[in-house]
Structure formats: structure tokens, C-alpha cells
């Protein structure tokens, strides 16, 4: 019966991807083989659209929830979009420009940087095999933004969520953070998209590994932390599996009987 069909969801970074941002052959192979079962394969990421292309076509996923549950598309149609306010994103813009905090915008084409240069955006981009991007300074009022990246360190951020309290503030580096609407998240996307194909409860799966993971693991029935997952996310998930780069996607869906044992 259809709605006995089951559903994973998969994070990138640390997930889908290891430690060196590579997809390892065991998880390319789990997720063929989930298909071949019939089971149901989406993305849930922080990452924009246009991040994670190559990805998509690689395994063949075109359903995703993006931008921490911002922007939300189900076989290639975009189902919900729910963008950052831009009177109170350029509040927030003022502020960081004067304390020479970096910022960058991203909608789900592009992404354009406030500032031209700064180690921070180097350093916190390089770490997703991304350069700096391009410098941008009217993009805030040229489209729709679905998240934003604040470059500040950790002990700087508890400044913008007192003063900011519109939006939503998730560390994913040393020097970045990301910036959401209130109350937005991984799990609202999903909940989107179980809308458009509604499965049972207990049949739907999540697998992540970071803080912006915390609400879709705690949101579906069997939510999966990787072994190598934040300490805050180990202490809301229902099950952990081995690290990413001990085949811990193929580990996971196996324990669950979702694919066959590793040859």
C-alpha cells in the first residue's frame, strides 16, 4: 500500500558528505539500493539550491527541503517559500555594517557578499569548497533572501539574538552563523513536503549530524545522528549510527533493515 512507502531524509555536510566533503561509494551505493527498495530520498540541508547541484544530479534527488527549511521543492516544483523579512534584514544590516561584522545574502540562484574581502567569509566558505562570493552591496533589495550568513565569532552572537529577536541564529562555524526567520527550520520544511506525499509517522527517517539538525531530528519518528554529530544533537536523537567516514549512512539505514548487509 502507498502510504506504507517510506521516506529518508539526508543532511549534506557531515552526512551525505564526509569530512573532506566527498560522497563516499558506500553511500552512493545505500542510496541506489534505497530506491531499488522503493523508498522515498530527499535532502534536508542548510545549504542554497544552487550548493548542492551537482549532488542532486549525482544521485538522482529531486526533492529537497534547502536553506534550513526556507525554501522547500518536491520533484523539481518549488512547494514553499518562506523568505527573511527585508525592512528588518536591513535593521539587522545596519547594525553589523557599523561593528564591521561581514554579512552574506543568498537566494536560490546566487549568493553576494556586503563586504569585497574578509578572512572570515575565506575561511568559513573554503570550509564548503566555496570561494568568496562576489561583492554585492544592493542584492538585499534586488530578490528574495532566504538566508543570510553573519560572520562574527561565537562570543559576538549573543549580541544579535537579544537585539534580533525576528530571527533565528544557528552556528555552523568558527566564524558563521546562520540567519533564519523565527521559528524556521529543517523540520518545518519537512513538514511541508509530508504535506504534498503524507507517509506514516513511523515510516519517516532523518539523518544529520549539526546544531541546524536539532529540530528535523527531533521532529520525525526515527531521527539518526551520525557518531561523528554536536554534542546537542546526540541528546535529541532517537538513534546514532558510525561516523561519516566509517560508511555511517550505509551502517545506519542497514540497522533499520532499510538496505540489504554490505557485501
Not at 96 to 107: A, D, I, T, W, Y
Not at 162 to 170: A, P
Not at 199 to 216: C, I, P, Q, T
Amino acid at each position: 500500500m502507498e502510504n506504507e512507502k517510506k521516506i529518508v531524509f539526508f543532511d549534506i555536510d557531515g552526512t551525505l558528505l564526509n569530512h573532506e566533503k566527498e560522497l563516499p561509494q558506500s553511500t552512493k551505493d545505500a542510496i541506489k539500493e534505497l530506491k531499488d527498495q522503493g523508498v522515498y530520498v530527499a535532502i534536508a540541508t542548510g545549504r542554497a539550491p544552487f550548493m548542492f547541484e551537482d549532488l542532486r544530479e549525482e544521485l538522482d534527488i529531486q526533492s529537497y527541503v534547502s536553506f534550513n527549511g526556507q525554501y522547500v521543492v518536491f520533484e523539481g516544483e518549488v512547494i514553499y517559500k518562506n523568505p527573511l523579512d527585508p525592512n528588518k534584514m536591513r535593521t539587522l544590516l545596519q547594525f553589523s555594517e557599523k561593528m564591521q561584522h561581514p554579512l552574506v545574502f543568498m537566494n536560490h540562484e546566487t549568493m553576494k557578499a556586503n563586504v569585497e574581502n574578509h578572512f572570515y567569509i575565506h575561511e568559513s566558505m573554503g570550509s564548503l569548497k566555496f570561494t568568496h562570493p562576489e561583492f554585492g552591496p544592493s542584492f538585499l533589495d534586488e530578490t528574495e533572501i532566504y538566508q543570510a550568513l553573519l560572520f562574527i565569532e561565537d562570543n559576538d552572537q549573543q549580541t544579535y539574538v537579544k537585539e534580533y529577536g525576528d530571527f533565528h541564529f544557528i552556528r555552523w562555524h568558527q566564524y558563521s552563523t546562520d540567519i533564519l526567520p523565527k521559528g524556521g527550520s529543517k523540520a518545518i520544511g519537512i513538514q511541508r513536503m509530508l504535506e504534498k506525499i503524507p507517509f506514516k509517522k513511523e515510516n519517516v527517517y532523518a539523518f544529520g549530524d549539526g546544531l541546524n539538525d536539532v529540530e528535523m531530528i527531533s521532529f520525525v519518528a526515527n531521527g539518526v545522528a551520525m557518531g561523528n554529530s554536536h554534542p546537542e544533537l546526540l541528546k535529541v536523537a532517537k538513534h546514532v549510527t558510525k561516523d561519516v567516514g566509517e560508511d555511517g549512512i550505509w551502517h545506519g539505514l542497514n540497522s533499520f533493515g532499510l538496505i540489504k548487509q554490505k557485501a
